[in-house]
């Protein structure tokens, strides 16, 4: 109420106290206070999106690296595996030999029973580390063992069986070292 008096009598007679809309008693808030945050939020939306792309690529990479990991492993695995076979495999003719030394006729017992045990020695050293003949006549013919060399008719084997074998095929595990060199029936 002083106030009033005080406005009052710091105007002059006879004048009307101006009337204030209430855009004027209150006035808007300035234009740079509306603007500020509306860039704020589009500065912090370009931030939010950045940071998903950045975590979707983050979990793209330890994804890709698990991958890479495991592939890595496999190979490991496997080249141990393929080393191992291809020794073997490169063992297989002095087998064959062995083995014909055996079949052949020799006049020194002593001579023989050396050939023998340097053949057994040399098969318990492959058996031990898994490998397995594929050679036998009377079975049916596989195209996943077998190679077929030679074809003969006869009416007391069966179709597509296995009539003789020329060469003993070897495998270790499911990996084929040699196919047998077969001759098919039927």
Known sequence: MADEKERME???PGQEEPVLSPEEENPPPQE???EEPAPRDAELERLREENRELEERHLRLMAEFANFRNRTAKERESLYSDAVAN???EL???LDNFQRAMESPCADDAYQKGVELIYRGLWEMMT???VEEIAEAGVPFDPE???AVMHIEDETLGKNTVA????KGYRMGEKILRYAMV???N
């Open 87 to 89: 020794t073997l495999k």
């Open 164 to 167: 003789q074998v020329l060469q």
């Open 128 to 130: 031990g580390m898994g």
């Open 32 to 34: 740079t206070q509306a």
């Open 10 to 12: 710091q105007q002059a």
């Open 145 to 147: 063992l077998h190679n």
């Open 92 to 94: 297989l003719p002095v």
């Open 183 to 185: 001759q098919a029936a």
